[in-house]
């Protein structure tokens, strides 16, 4: 059973940073997919980022490219989600999601979400 925990919303201003972790239990997560998605009010669920726990490969969504910085930190089995220059549309609670396999694209375990709320 994978276990996801994120931590580090709040509230910030526009043109603030926030850090977002994950910490990751439950197996070995050797090459798999780690990935941050996030849900505003009245809107699905999308995509923000990804990377491969084994060699870091990452893919973002085009808005939040240049802005946002997944990584990841192995001893530890946590992933972070860096986000700079924060924008009122940034606003949403923010999932941590792993694969089964290496897959940036497919999600099979979600955390619990964390708020994220920008100010203008």
């Known amino acids: 059973q994978v276990q996801l925990e994120e931590s580090g919303g709040g509230l910030v201003q526009a043109g603030g940073s926030l850090r977002l972790s994950c910490a990751a239990s439950?197996?070995?997560?050797?090459?798999?997919?780690m990935g941050w998605f996030r849900q505003a009010p009245g809107k699905e669920r999308e995509f923000v980022a990804g990377i491969r726990w084994g060699d870091s490969n990452t893919r973002y969504t085009d808005s939040v490219k240049g802005r946002f910085t997944a990584s990841r930190d192995n001893a530890k089995t946590t992933v972070y989600l860096q986000m700079n220059s924060l924008k009122p549309e940034d606003t949403a609670v923010y999932y941590c999601?792993?694969?089964?396999?290496?897959?940036?694209?497919?999600?099979?375990?979600w955390g619990r979400g964390t708020q994220v709320t920008v100010s203008a």
């Open positions: 439950g197996r070995t997560f050797w090459n798999v997919g």
């Open positions: 999601a792993a694969s089964s396999t290496d897959s940036l694209y497919i999600y099979n375990y």
